[in-house]
C-alpha cells in the first residue's frame, strides 16, 4: 500500500520534529497524519542519506 503524499511543508515540520528526537507516532499526531506515512517519509529521508 503507498503512504499518502504530504505537504512539503509537514515534510519540513516532520524533519525538524525528528532532529529533536521525536518518535514517529508522537511526529504523526503533531502533524495529523498517519503513522505509515510518516515511516515511509522517514526511510526515504535515511535513504537518501539525510541525517
Known amino acids: 500500500m503507498a503512504a499518502k503524499k504530504i505537504d512539503i511543508m509537514d515534510v519540513r515540520q ?4 525528528k532532529i529533536k528526537g521525536e518518535s514517529n507516532r508522537s511526529c504523526s499526531s503533531s ?4 503513522r505509515n506515512t ?3 517519509y522517514v ?3 535515511k535513504a ?3 541525517s
Do not use: E, F, S
Not at 516532520?14 to 520534529?17: A, D, E, K, S
Open 14 to 17: 516532520l524533519i525538524q520534529l
Open 43 to 45: 526511510r526515504q529521508l
Open 31 to 34: 502533524l495529523a497524519i498517519h
Open 38 to 40: 510518516v515511516n515511509y
Open 48 to 50: 537518501t542519506g539525510t
